[in-house]
């Protein structure tokens, strides 16, 4: 099982990013999808939980901002992230797991700056 991210950049406070992990060599409708995310000397720390069945769960620094989902035809995980501070920068990843089996990206860089 491989996951590529894509869609990071730099962008402006307030401006929109939309974040995909694609996954490959499995089908993505067997795992719990999550995003995370770890900013410079900082811990990961989880975004969104998406469920098998599309249920999203969020953060609570998030909330509201962000919104995540699935589409298993592409086998691919989106992240919409709105009105982004400057705090959201960070390496997003996506993570899969499946049981006790867990995947990660090579993360991509998001930039909040201006």
């Known amino acids: 099982v491989q996951l590529v991210e894509s869609g990071g950049g730099l962008v402006q406070p307030g401006g929109s990013l939309t974040l995909s992990c694609a996954l490959s060599?499995?089908?993505?409708?067997?795992?719990?999808m999550y995003w995370y995310r770890q900013a410079p000397g900082k811990k990961r720390e989880q975004v969104a939980r998406?469920?098998?069945?599309?249920?999203?769960t969020y953060e609570e620094f998030v909330e509201g901002r962000f919104t995540s989902s699935r589409d298993n035809a592409k086998n691919t995980v989106y992240l919409q992230m709105n009105s982004l501070k400057p705090e959201d920068t960070a390496i997003y990843f996506c993570?899969?797991?499946?049981?006790?089996?867990?995947?990660w990206g090579q993360g991509t860089q998001v930039t909040v700056s201006s």
């Open positions: 998406v469920t098998r069945g599309d249920i999203t």
């Open positions: 060599g499995s089908a993505l409708s067997l795992y719990v």
């Open positions: 993570n899969a797991n499946y049981y006790c089996k867990a995947y």
